[in-house]
């Protein structure tokens, strides 16, 4: 079985925290520490809640002055750096904690911990409070030598992030987000591309248009960039969003017909839905992108429809062969329920068959 992400949290991590804390900050009570961790309610803990409850505890057994016992927490998380460790987020997470009102050392702390450990979920406390002056750091942040930092710059301000808290003022309006976006997207990281692709895409869901207008403004000035806008227009290209596909090259198809379909009937939980068809033109089929959509049951007896992509493709070929499975296995991010469920075939946003069949 899989280690559970709260399962990082554990002794042996503990002990690396405490004796590497001991080593900068001699006064540190490693076992009242690690006792005071281990409590009780420990077992019952999950992921954050195990980080907020150790960040909180550090609070304990540091020097009550904020910029102290931060000193003592940046020189710990240099010597504990070697790789990247999500545990180490409960630096970030004293940050959060204890240092909203210590605006200037509490950034400057979180521009160390975010190398090799991101500091994107609790810079978003200090948008939250000050968002102006926040932003105004996160844009000296995007000429930073350093790929983690710069990123920090797009991620910490994506409106969507998930796992975070929501930015409701950037949800309103992604003016001040796009200003960052804008001195990133043609960062040398691609690290930072992604992270800037994914901003993109947060920013569609509530603002189509903006990213539409976006997209018409950067595309086609390099690979890098156009790659960025097309994973940030992935959300668009699913809704069939029809001026999106169009700034792609799908084109709206009218002269393709598919043709030999199959599909299974009835679907056994925890096995396979297959299905195969074939797209066929006059002319070249061209560029397509093709995708399937499931209506899925839920459990109000109303479907909610998830689309999938299967395939993009440019081809001077009039006949294209196509076949696909989806797996009906458990998995814990979706629960499937028995019944009649839908099926339809998606080239360049246009449905082209639907067919129902039987999940039991």
């Not at 299967?310 to 196509?322: A, D, M, N």
Request: aromatic fraction near 12%.
């Amino acid at each position: 079985m899989a280690e559970l992400f709260k399962d990082l949290y554990n002794e042996k991590y503990i002990t690396l925290l405490s004796s590497t804390l001991t080593l900068v900050y001699p006064a540190f009570n490693s076992d009242k520490f690690t006792r005071t961790v281990f409590n009780e309610e420990w077992q019952s803990l999950e992921l954050k809640q195990r980080m907020r409850h150790i960040s909180s505890s550090l609070g304990v057994y540091l020097p009550y002055e904020y910029k102290k016992a931060i000193d003592i927490l940046e020189n710990t998380f240099v010597k504990m750096s070697n790789g990247y460790m999500l545990e180490n987020m409960i630096f970030q997470d004293f940050v959060e904690v204890y240092g909203l009102d210590e605006f200037e050392i509490s950034l400057s702390a979180l521009k160390i911990f975010t190398i090799k450990s991101s500091s994107e979920f609790a810079i978003r406390q200090f948008l939250l409070k000050n968002e102006q002056r926040t932003m105004a750091q996160m844009k000296l942040w995007t000429e930073s030598e350093n790929e983690h930092v710069r990123r920090l710059a797009s991620e910490g301000c994506r409106s969507r992030l998930p796992w975070a808290v929501a930015l409701p003022s950037f949800k309103k309006d992604a003016t001040l987000v796009l200003e960052i976006l804008e001195l990133l997207k043609d960062d040398a990281s691609a690290y930072v591309r992604k992270s800037v692709a994914n901003n993109i895409n947060d920013i569609s869901k509530d603002h189509p248009q903006v990213v539409v207008d976006l997209t018409k403004d950067w595309l086609g000035y390099s690979k890098n960039r156009d790659a960025i806008l097309k994973h940030g227009c992935r959300t668009l290209l699913k809704a069939s969003h029809k001026e999106t596909l169009e700034l792609f090259d799908f084109a709206t198809p009218t002269d393709i017909t598919l043709t030999n379909f199959t599909h299974k009937n009835r679907v056994k939980m925890g096995e396979e839905l297959e299905f195969s068809f074939e797209l066929i033109s006059d002319k070249s089929l061209g560029k397509l992108r093709v995708e399937f959509a499931l209506g899925l049951l839920r459990k109000n007896n109303k479907h909610n429809t998830k689309v999938f992509k299967i395939s993009e493709f440019q081809t001077e070929k009039k006949i294209k062969q196509i076949s696909k499975k989806h797996s009906f296995r458990s998995v814990t991010t979706r629960v499937y329920y028995e019944g009649v469920q839908k099926l339809s075939i998606i080239i360049n946003g246009v449905v082209f068959k639907e067919v129902e069949f039987i999940l039991f």
